[in-house]
């Protein structure tokens, strides 16, 4: 295969952003940060049977039911990016291009778009206009794919630096209008863009995510046992890395 079209894996992008931080920060193997974290989880949903593993955790989400589903229900086509970089807030204005996101990660189907934002487990909130600013990049780097704003490791009411405890509407609506005014026309007005929120915002807790790989591992036999037991290892290091770094 042409080297220019093979894509980095999860640990060359995770090498790639420790690279541009502070590397004593990873000196105890990153544990509690959520990069890292992301980077377990993910490679490990990415490597089980997607059906029963990445698609059940999806299902077992909360919000947005009928994109979560889609997604879930293209599970083997699911294509997985850590870290993929910056992300223009609006794709297409060039006010907005020095605006820009990091998604922990970007999964993509042939119908969905999927902006992921993982929190740590330890103590965490996000910035005052952070979930408003992914919320618009997510409607505006879409295309002709439904959008789905994916917020891994936390559930409603969520932490906002600042003002405390906020439902996810109220904590998009507060700052929503200073953003669209900085990321200029994304071609939805703001009117739009909050009556769509139920339809594309979803979370999921770690617990939850760990209780759901705990649960199919539990129920998951192909029939072949050199093949349970690989697929029980690596359910089994997902489950560990998300207890390691609590």
């Not at 920060?25 to 377990?40: C, I, P, S």
Request: some cysteine; glycine content about 8%.
């Amino acid at each position: 295969m042409d080297n220019d079209v093979l894509q980095p894996s999860m640990i060359a992008r995770l090498l790639e952003e420790i690279s541009w931080e502070k590397a004593v920060k990873y000196r105890a193997g990153g544990r509690g940060m959520e990069n890292v974290l992301t980077a377990e989880v993910l490679m490990g949903l990415d490597l089980l049977p997607r059906d029963q593993f990445f698609g059940q955790v999806i299902r077992s989400g909360s919000g947005a039911a009928a994109t979560r589903a889609l997604l879930a229900d293209q599970a083997e086509s699911a294509v997985m990016s850590l870290l993929p970089g910056d992300m223009s807030v609006n794709a297409a204005g060039a006010a907005g291009r020095k605006f820009i996101v990091q998604p922990d990660a970007i999964i993509t189907t042939p119908d969905v778009f999927t902006f992921v934002e993982a929190k740590r487990i330890r103590t965490s909130s996000f910035q005052p206009e952070q979930l408003a600013r992914e919320y618009v990049a997510v409607m505006s780097n879409a295309g002709e794919r439904i959008p789905l704003l994916f917020l891994l490791g936390v559930e409603p009411p969520v932490s906002v630096q600042g003002l405390g405890k906020l439902s996810i509407l109220e904590a998009i609506r507060t700052h929503l209008p200073a953003v669209l005014l900085r990321a200029g026309d994304i071609g939805i007005d703001e009117a739009e863009l909050l009556g769509r929120i139920d339809d594309v915002l979803c979370w999921i807790s770690w617990d939850g995510l760990a209780a759901t790989v705990a649960f199919q591992l539990a129920a998951f036999s192909c029939g072949d046992s050199s093949t349970d037991a690989a697929i029980g290892r690596i359910g089994q290091q997902v489950m560990s890395a998300i207890e390691w770094h609590s």
